[in-house]
């Protein structure tokens, strides 16, 4: 099961590393070529507020990858069981 929480960071950090790795230099300017704005952008990634599923879209398209591999889902529940079976582990 996922743990949300966990869930929203890896998926924010994600966004982040997707923008990077796009060779975008800034948050600004992969908003402005992709027709969003700065601020939406922001609060995606910074957690003012849980980004929209159209957003979440919205971002995979700008970088030209799909949902599934912006949210990356099965990388969160691989490392969620992974801690789990450690923290079993040591108890």
Do not use: C, W
């Not at 952008?41 to 979440?56: D, F, M, V, Y």
């Not at 971002?59 to 789990?84: F, M, P, R, Y």
């Amino acid at each position: 099961m996922l743990d949300p929480e966990v869930t929203i960071t890896h998926i924010r950090e994600n966004i982040r590393q997707k923008i990077l790795d796009a060779g975008y230099a800034t948050i600004e300017k992969f908003a402005y070529e992709n027709g969003l704005t700065k601020s939406t952008i922001t609060r995606a990634i910074n957690g003012s507020r849980n980004p929209r599923l159209i957003t979440l879209i919205e971002i995979a398209n700008g970088l030209d990858i799909n949902l599934s591999e912006l949210l990356d889902l099965h990388q969160i529940e691989h490392n969620q069981v992974k801690k789990t079976k450690n923290s079993k582990l040591r108890k």
